[in-house]
Structure formats: C-alpha cells, structure tokens
C-alpha cells in the first residue's frame, strides 16, 4: 500500500497537467496513515502548505487538529489530502480544469487508503465526490454513502470557521461527531 502511495506521490511531484505546476513552490501530495479509517480532503494548499510541502499546517489544520481531538479521532486514524495538489495563486478558487486535471491523483489516493469514512471540507471537495450543485450549508450533518460503500461526512471547510460565525464551530463539531461514530459502528459492506 505505502509503496503504491509513494510512487503516486512521485508521479504528482513531476506532474506538469495544469498552470498551477508553473507557480508552485511544492506539491501537497498528502498526509497520514496510509491504513487510515478516515480520509479528511480540503480544497487546495494555501500559502504555508506550498512552502511546507504538506496539507493543512497553518490555522486551519490547527482547527481541523482540535476538532478531532475533541471527537476521539485520532491522527493515527486520518489520512489527509485536497482536491488540488498545487496552490493556486493568490489563493483564488479552483478552476475546472485544474480539478479536472487533479482529479484521478485523489481517486487514486481513495482506491488506496480505502477509508471507511471520507469527510469533506466546503464546497469543492463535496461537489467533486457527490456529484452535487447543492451547496455545504445544506449538505452537511449528513452522511451519503458514496462509491465502493465509503461513508461521506460533508461539513464546513475550517477556513470559514476561522473566519465566520461562531456557530459554523460548533456545527462541525457535531459533524465529527458523526464521523467518530460511523468508524465505531461502521455500516455492514453491501455484497
Ligand atoms: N486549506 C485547504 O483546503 N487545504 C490545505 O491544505 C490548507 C488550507
């Protein structure tokens, strides 16, 4: 597993699919467990993540390691990647075809951690895996089950807790609650 993981890795390192190989400081391939029960993925790497080289090391993956200590997740547990492996500049949204681009890096990195449960964070990352135009607000608290059984916890990406309404917390609170759940009780795998 690890070794299909590292030569993936080295494949997206090199990768040129997209301008945002020409603006880059590094790739942000991914973080954690390779046996992980959960996968957490977020949008893109913002600016410390491109100088680091690794997903969610600033206030929000401060926030993200809060958030699941509280809920008795540990990091053991959790493999952490974005839907982009490249910031884009200035922090502007993902484009299309960027994710177009990026995409199968992430559907392979899923086929390869084979997480119970996957937990996305704001709009980009749940549009991309449920197929959905319905926005985060009204997806999250939920879960969906998605392809080959995995559970999808949607919930607020960490920068608009950081940045908004004290509720918006306490809201994904309750979603990593749900998570911590659904890997103590995980849902009988259809035949
Ligand atoms: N925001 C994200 O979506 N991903 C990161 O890695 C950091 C911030």
Known sequence: MTTELETLRATAEACQACRLAETRTNVVFGSGSPDADVMIIGEAPGKNEDLQGEPFVGAAGK???????????????????????????????????????????????????????????GNFATKLLLKTETGITRMRGQRYRWWRGIVVVPTFHPAAALRGRPDTRAAMQQDFALVKETIDNPPATES
């Open 63 to 121: 926030l993200l390691d809060s958030l699941m200590e509280e809920a008795g997740i540990q990091r053991d547990q959790v493999y952490i990647a974005n839907v982009l492996k490249c910031r884009p500049p200035g922090n502007r949204d993902p484009r299309h075809d960027e994710i177009d681009a990026c995409k199968g890096y992430l559907r392979r990195q899923l086929e390869l951690v084979e997480p119970t449960v996957v937990v996305t964070l």
